[in-house]
C-alpha cells in the first residue's frame, strides 16, 4: 500500500515483528497464493481498542493484493478466509479501519457486511491515514 501512503510506526511495527505484533496476540495470517508466488495477505488479531461492549471483537489488519492482479478476486478470497477464521475463533464481531481513497477495499468490505461506524462510534487510532472504520457483526450475517 506504499503507492498510497507511507508506512507508519504501527505499519512497520506489526510487518517487521509478525510473531509479537499478531501471532503472539492471538492472531492469525492468511495468505493467498497462486502458482506458488505470494499474491495477497492478510491478518486477524485481537483489537488494539476493547469497547468491552461484552462481545468478542477481532481486527483485520495488513489487508492486501498484489498491486498487478488487483481486481481478480483475490482480496474477497483473503477476506472470505479472515471472516471464516474470526468465526472458527468465536468472535462475534470483526472491526477494521481504512481510508476512503481506497474505493475498490471499501467496497470489498461492504459487500462482505461490514458497516460504517458513525461519528459517534469511531474508535482510537494509531494512524494518521485512516478515516473510516467499519464493523461486521458476526451474527447479523
Same mark, same amino acid.
Given at each position: 500500500?506504499?503507492?498510497?501512503?507511507?508506512?507508519?510506526?504501527?505499519?512497520?511495527?506489526?510487518?517487521?515483528?509478525?510473531?509479537?505484533?499478531?501471532?503472539?496476540?492471538?492472531?492469525?495470517?492468511?495468505?493467498?497464493?497462486?502458482?506458488?508466488?505470494?499474491?495477497?495477505?492478510?491478518?486477524?488479531?485481537?483489537?488494539?481498542?476493547?469497547?468491552?461492549?461484552?462481545?468478542?471483537? #477481532?481486527?483485520?489488519?495488513?489487508?492486501?493484493?498484489?498491486?498487478? $492482479?488487483?481486481?481478480?478476486?483475490?482480496?474477497?478470497?483473503?477476506?472470505?478466509?479472515?471472516?471464516?477464521?474470526?468465526?472458527?475463533?468465536?468472535?462475534?464481531?470483526?472491526?477494521?479501519?481504512?481510508?476512503?481513497?481506497?474505493?475498490?477495499?471499501?467496497? #470489498?468490505?461492504?459487500?462482505?457486511?461490514?458497516?460504517?461506524?458513525?461519528?459517534?462510534? $469511531?474508535?482510537?487510532?494509531?494512524?494518521?491515514?485512516?478515516?473510516?472504520?467499519?464493523? #461486521?457483526?458476526?451474527?447479523?450475517?
Amino acid at each position: 500500500m506504499e503507492e498510497y501512503f507511507v508506512l507508519e510506526d504501527s505499519d512497520r511495527e506489526q510487518l517487521e515483528e509478525l510473531e509479537a505484533s499478531i501471532l503472539g496476540k492471538g492472531g492469525q495470517i492468511v495468505v493467498a497464493e497462486q502458482d506458488g508466488l505470494v499474491v495477497g495477505t492478510g491478518a486477524i488479531l485481537p483489537p488494539h481498542h476493547d469497547p468491552d461492549d461484552g462481545r468478542s471483537w #477481532l481486527e483485520i489488519v495488513k489487508m492486501a493484493a498484489r498491486k498487478d $492482479l488487483r481486481g481478480m478476486g483475490i482480496g474477497r478470497t483473503v477476506m472470505d478466509a479472515l471472516i471464516a477464521q474470526a468465526e472458527a475463533m468465536d468472535a462475534d464481531a470483526i472491526w477494521l479501519e481504512t481510508n476512503a481513497d481506497l474505493k475498490a477495499a471499501v467496497r #470489498l468490505y461492504e459487500r462482505s457486511g461490514f458497516r460504517h461506524l458513525g461519528a459517534d462510534e $469511531l474508535w482510537p487510532t494509531p494512524y494518521a491515514r485512516c478515516n473510516v472504520q467499519m464493523v #461486521l457483526l458476526l451474527g447479523d450475517r
